[in-house]
């Protein structure tokens, strides 16, 4: 798994700005994950991010777990594990007619 992946993960899962139950975009997810990482960069960095998630795990268990599950999908929607991309390209390339 791509460790930047979970990184963007983990920091929008602490950006409660963002919710499953309203619309958003591509381009607004960006911008809440990038929102929490320049907020941990300058007080604990990387470590902090993971730490607060896991407070969150320990203090709302069947919270967390529901929202995980829904950052893993739009994390993942909006930027596509390394695997997926590289098939899509492959994908493409193979579906065209020469």
């Known amino acids: 798994m791509d460790t930047f992946q979970n990184v963007r993960r ?3 899962f602490l950006n409660f700005a963002i919710c499953a139950d309203q619309p ?3 381009k607004q ?3 809440a994950i990038a929102a ?3 907020q941990h960069h300058g007080i604990d960095g990387l470590p902090g991010i993971a730490g607060d998630v896991a407070k969150v ?3 709302k268990p ?3 777990v529901a929202r995980m599950q829904w950052v893993i999908f ?3 929607t909006v930027y596509p594990p ?3 991309r590289r098939n899509v390209v492959i994908q493409r390339r193979t579906s065209v007619s020469c």
Request: negative net charge; aromatic residues 12%; without cysteine.
């Open 82 to 84: 390394r695997q997926r």
């Open 36 to 38: 929490i990482l320049r």
């Open 29 to 31: 997810i960006r911008e």
């Open 57 to 59: 795990f320990g203090d």
């Open 74 to 76: 739009v994390v993942d």
């Open 62 to 64: 069947e919270f967390a």
């Open 24 to 26: 958003f975009t591509a």
């Open 10 to 12: 983990e920091a929008l």
